[in-house]
Nanobody, 128 residues
Framework: QLRLVESGGGSVQAGGSLMLSCAAPRYSESANCIGWFRQVPGSEREGVAAIYSWGGGGTAYDDTVQGRFTISVNDAKDTVFLQMNSLKPEDTAMYYC????????????????????WGQGTQVTVAS
């Protein structure tokens, strides 16, 4: 059973930055997709950024964060980061670390139905 634990959320002014971390020990034994989803009340959880570890690997980003957010994994491959720059009020949400399995490449890692493991979430609030 893969246990994911997020940290690093908080409040920031628009234009600011935050880095989220997800402790994911030996995640590659249980999943080949790992990344971040977010959810606001009344809406579905949506994929934000993901890393795919099969084949040549790769990353995928939702269009709303492309160019502002960067996902990465440390050398030990047990922690996943989400660097969030140029934050906007519409980035306000609960952010969840997630891991799953896909045979179809990085972009499919943003699909909620492929997630097998969820973290407990960390709140990000961006003030205007």
């Amino acid at each position: 059973q893969l246990r994911l634990v997020e940290s690093g959320g908080g409040s920031v002014q628009a234009g600011g930055s935050l880095m989220l971390s997800c402790a994911a020990p030996r995640y590659s034994e249980s999943a080949n997709c790992i990344g971040w989803f977010r959810q606001v009340p009344g809406s579905e959880r949506e994929g934000v950024a993901a890393i795919y570890s099969w084949g040549g690997g790769g990353t995928a980003y939702d269009d709303t964060v492309q160019g502002r957010f960067t996902i990465s994994v440390n050398d030990a491959k047990d922690t996943v980061f989400l660097q969030m720059n140029s934050l906007k009020p519409e980035d306000t949400a609960m952010y969840y670390c997630a891991a799953g399995f896909s045979a179809s490449g990085a972009s499919t890692c943003l699909r909620r139905n492929l997630v097998r493991y969820w973290g407990q979430g960390t709140q990000v609030t961006v003030a205007s």
